[in-house]
């Protein structure tokens, strides 16, 4: 479904850097579809960097980025990520559901609102809105808080609400970078469970996180990384870093 095969990154000098900074160096991996990965390594390790080049929002220095997906027709899509036109990257990012660290909902609109947001810049009918949102707010757990603004959730539940318009278009792949930095340890494992059960109903899920405990718990596969290089990639790994 996703691989990454010898893919380098290089981000030239700037005022800020002197130095060109070498973000990623000769990465190749694969992931298989409906499969729970975690990317794990400190701050500045590369993990932002893949994600960034799985939605196009970065292009490889050199190397080569694929998803592949069976669409609505049933046909096998094969996307080479690296290659897309701008105006290719709509339709990628409709298959792929992001959940940042700092939730990224918006203030004046409620629950239901924020999830449904999603689909009005789609152009979604209302009658799809109002089939689809209820259905993914099920899925969160967040049916009676439908009504409510971000400001009268808690943490855990603003990131529900996150992964809930992240299922929204029901997409083949759930990334879910750094998803409890701003959550406290109960919340945290919360919303842990909430990818796995995700991952469990057939989705596959990349989970990035610099969390030692998350990552030493799951028992689930690894990819470590470190200063922009693979370190290792085990099938029930531990932070090795």
């Given at each position: ?5 010898g ?7 700037n005022?800020?850097?002197p130095?060109?900074?070498?973000a ?5 991996f ?16 590369g ?6 080049m ?9 190397g080569?980025v ?8 049933k046909?096998?899509?094969n ?12 339709e ?30 789609v152009?979604?009918?209302?009658k ?42 029901r ?11 701003n ?8 919303i842990i ?6 991952n469990e ?5 990349i ?14 596969r ?16 531990k932070?090795?870093?």
């Open positions: 479904m996703i691989r990454f095969q893919v380098n990154k290089i981000y030239p000098a005022n800020f850097n130095k060109p900074t070498e990623l160096k000769d990465i190749s694969e992931i298989n579809d409906k499969e729970f990965v975690l990317i794990a390594g400190r701050s500045g390790s993990k932002t960097t893949i994600i960034k799985l939605i196009g929002e970065e292009r490889p220095s050199s080569r694929f998803f592949s997906f069976i669409d609505e027709q046909t096998i899509r996307i080479e990520v690296n290659k897309l036109k701008k105006q290719d990257l709509p990628l990012r409709r298959q792929i559901g992001v959940v940042f660290q700092d939730y990224k909902l918006l203030p004046r609109k409620t629950v239901f609102e924020n999830v449904a947001y999603a689909l009005e810049v152009g979604a009918s209302d799809q809105i109002k089939d689809e949102v209820p259905k993914a707010l099920k899925i969160v757990g967040l049916e009676s808080r439908s009504r409510h603004f971000p400001s009268e959730l808690s943490g855990g539940e603003k990131q529900r609400v996150a992964i809930a318009r992240a299922l929204i278009h997409p083949k792949l759930i990334i879910a970078d750094e998803p409890t930095g959550l406290d340890p109960y919340h945290t494992w919360d469970k909430l990818l796995l059960k995700i109903l057939g989705e596959t899920v989970l990035a996180t610099h969390d030692q405990d998350i990552v030493n718990n799951l028992e689930k690894v990819i470590s990384l470190e200063d922009g290089r693979l370190l290792g990639d085990a099938k029930k790994g932070y090795i870093i």
